[in-house]
């Protein structure tokens, strides 16, 4: 079962990778950021989650901190439980460590409605490079 999910997962985020590589093809600049962040939401949270991830990113946006593109957002789960993941680009390295106190309200609520997972922490965001795939 473990082996089957992680085989869907890979096929949709490479089908991702592939829909934002073709679409989003522009190189950015040198110093932006592009982040795969996976959000282990707790159970009975999972609309309220998704509505956090909304509004994070209209406030994001409205404050210029990312790029409007790359942005994917994508919904699994793992035996049983819900997950987010998120594909979103800073505008540059220093962006998200120096985030306005709205932002932080947001971010608090984020990290209440999660929960750490197989050794995971409730939240992770690890930097990503969008790779061109060639057909």
Request: net charge negative; hydrophobic share 45%.
């Amino acid at each position: 079962m473990k082996k089957k999910i992680v085989m869907v997962l890979a096929a949709g985020f490479l089908l991702g990778a592939s829909i934002i590589a073709k679409n989003f093809a522009a190189p950015a600049a040198d110093d932006t950021e592009t982040v795969l962040s996976t959000h282990r939401v707790k159970a009975g949270m999972e609309n309220d989650y998704q509505q956090l991830l909304a509004q994070n990113w209209a406030l994001l946006h409205k404050l210029g901190l990312v790029l409007d593109q790359p942005h994917l957002v994508l919904r699994g789960e793992e035996d049983g439980k819900t997950y987010f993941v998120e594909v979103l680009t800073w505008k540059d390295h220093e962006a998200a460590d120096h985030v306005p106190p709205e932002v932080w309200a947001i971010w608090n609520k984020m990290n209440a409605a999660t929960e750490a997972r197989n050794g995971h922490q409730g939240i992770e965001f690890p930097e990503v490079h969008v790779v061109p795939v060639e057909k």
